[in-house]
């Protein structure tokens, strides 16, 4: 299999050169309802995305991870909003892969803080190009964080987009991130699979790219069904003095997803995904197989108040 990001760049430039605004992934807008705070209107949004492994989900005990924000945002000027938002996170009790027959608890926890920029439009683009563009620093206000010493985590993220017609369009989605950190290396507690609490020299996280290329096909105007494919990396620092280094994880990640509305102020995405380590000796073969033991099923889901 040739590189995904060489597909990805090849499958972008025969469509471009064939092309409003394509807004199936990017869900967060104005709500009708606004709060007036220090002489400006605010407008307030919820998002979530709830995935489970597929191979826990048939198992009595796979667990539920969750991510979730409430999202205050306000128009600066004509072109840019800005937005704070308070993340936490909620997983279910339960086992999943990473940490094998482990039966994790139920937690609940504050997540980074994120103030946030936004643009709708960031730039007038020939042939009908739309780019929607934001961009975050989070807080190390979550107890990992912390830990960490993280100082901040800079993303930046960009879907460049086009519609063909009334029941085709395709974006490129890019996010990355760059953490800022105090340190290359912290002291991480934890209870292993026995109970007993355990600590080890980790290592911070440096980066994160995620780029991802998505078709979109209109069943009706409100609903879209879609495919993806796309790929993850992070990495992580180095430390000559702890002699501590993690090697950078890569992933490929496909499948299909569908974008539907169940109000005018609710609107989700589900997705399956299938994805698999690119440095895996079997990644090629097994991409697109859709193992159990490989994919895992999303609910992305945007509400406006």
Do not use: C
Request: proline fraction near 2%; charged fraction near 25%; glycine fraction near 6%.
């Amino acid at each position: 299999m040739k590189s995904l990001t060489a597909f990805l760049i090849t499958a972008w430039i025969a469509f471009a050169g064939s092309v409003s605004w394509a807004q199936v992934s990017v869900q967060e807008t104005d709500s009708q309802n606004r709060l007036r705070v220090f002489g400006r209107d605010v407008n307030f949004n919820f998002f979530n995305v709830a995935s489970v492994e597929a191979d826990k989900s048939g198992e009595e005990g796979g667990r539920l991870a969750t991510y979730s924000y409430l999202t205050g945002s306000t128009w600066v000027n004509a072109n840019y909003r800005a937005a704070m938002r308070v993340p936490f996170q909620y997983n279910s009790a339960g086992t999943d892969r990473f940490n094998g027959d482990k039966v994790n608890e139920q937690e609940m926890f504050l997540q980074d803080v994120i103030v946030g920029l936004q643009n709708y439009n960031l730039a007038y683009l020939p042939l009908d190009f739309e780019v929607y563009w934001e961009g975050r620093a989070y807080l190390p206000t979550s107890k990992n964080s912390k830990r960490a010493g993280l100082i901040t985590r800079l993303r930046n993220n960009f879907i460049l987009s086009r519609v063909f017609s009334r029941y085709f369009e395709m974006e490129y989605d890019q996010k990355f991130s760059y953490f800022v950190q105090s340190r290359s290396t912290y002291a991480n507690t934890f209870n292993d699979e026995e109970g007993y609490e355990r600590t080890a020299i980790s290592t911070t996280k440096r980066m994160e790219i995620d780029h991802s290329l998505r078709a979109w096909g209109k069943i009706t105007p409100q609903i879209a069904l879609g495919w993806m494919a796309g790929s993850e990396e992070s990495y992580w620092n180095k430390s000559d003095a702890e002699n501590r280094s993690k090697p950078g994880e890569r992933i490929w990640k496909t499948g299909p997803q569908l974008a539907f509305p169940v109000t005018n102020n609710a609107n989700f995405i589900f997705a399956y995904e299938d994805r698999v380590n690119r440095d895996d000796e079997a990644a090629e073969k097994n991409l697109g197989r859709f193992y159990a033991q490989n994919t895992q099923f999303t609910l992305l889901s945007f509400i406006r108040f």
